[in-house]
């Protein structure tokens, strides 16, 4: 069963610092991974998706990698905002499924 | 991009009645729908997965007499908690998948319950 792991699950950072957030999963046999933020109270937009033959994907201030064979992704966010104050989530699909397998989240605060 | 909605936003009922939670793809067909209730602080839990015209597909412990689903359409999901209890106040959240592409997923913007 896939279980999808994040770290740390809060960061608090002062205003333009840059920031790492990541995402650890035990299937490895994924075909892409998902980054998503969540406001408080709020439905989930999504960040950015990356399918399982890249390494990374941008977007903005925002890039993501994957490296499949170790199980991992990272979500980097260049010069923070306190616009960027949200849970930060990433998920894989399950094998032969779209269903999806999310972690509990990095809670991020950005101080002006 | 897509765009899917939820209504109601939120609802409070009184213990032991149901409340139907709508969930609409407004700018394309949805052919699998799939339904997630987060608990605070916890991430989201896939409920159920549903296709339009067939039975849906429930996760493991997940009642489906209790929570009904139906999916009579290319752009419509429902979801019904029946005879709902205290334990089930949680927030709810359904997602449209695009296939093709980049086979993405699009949330709604969750429903709030409340059982009081």
């Known amino acids: 069963k896939q279980e999808v792991t994040q770290i740390p699950a809060a960061l608090s950072v002062p205003e333009g610092e840059n920031l790492v957030l990541n995402c650890s999963f035990t299937?490895?046999?994924?075909?892409?991974l998902q980054w998503f933020r969540q406001d408080p109270g709020k439905g989930l937009t999504s960040l950015l998706l990356?399918?399982?033959?890249?390494r990374e994907q941008t977007s903005g201030r925002l890039n993501a990698s994957l490296d499949k064979s170790s199980g991992r992704s990272t979500l980097y966010i260049a010069a923070s905002q306190p616009g960027d104050s949200a849970t930060y989530l990433c998920a894989v699909p399950g094998a032969g499924s779209y269903q999806l397998t999310f972690g509990k989240g990095t809670k991020l605060s950005v101080i002006p | 991009g897509a765009v899917v909605s939820q209504h109601p936003s939120w609802v409070i009922c009184k213990s032991g009645t149901s409340v139907k939670i709508e969930c609409r793809s407004l700018?394309?067909?949805?052919?699998?729908m799939f339904w997630y209730r987060q608990f605070p602080k916890q991430s989201l839990m896939l409920m159920a997965t549903?296709?339009?015209?067939?039975?849906?597909?429930?996760e493991q412990g997940v009642e489906k007499d209790k929570f009904l689903i139906n999916h009579a359409s290319l752009t419509l999901s429902t979801l019904t908690v029946t005879s709902a209890h205290p334990e089930d106040s949680s927030f709810y959240i359904c997602s449209g998948h695009l296939a093709g592409g980049t086979d993405t997923q699009y949330f709604g913007p969750g429903t709030r319950l409340t059982v009081l």
């Open positions: 990356i399918q399982s033959s890249q």
């Open positions: 549903s296709n339009e015209g067939s039975k849906a597909t429930y």
């Open positions: 700018d394309f067909q949805a052919t699998t």
């Open positions: 299937d490895s046999a994924i075909y892409n």
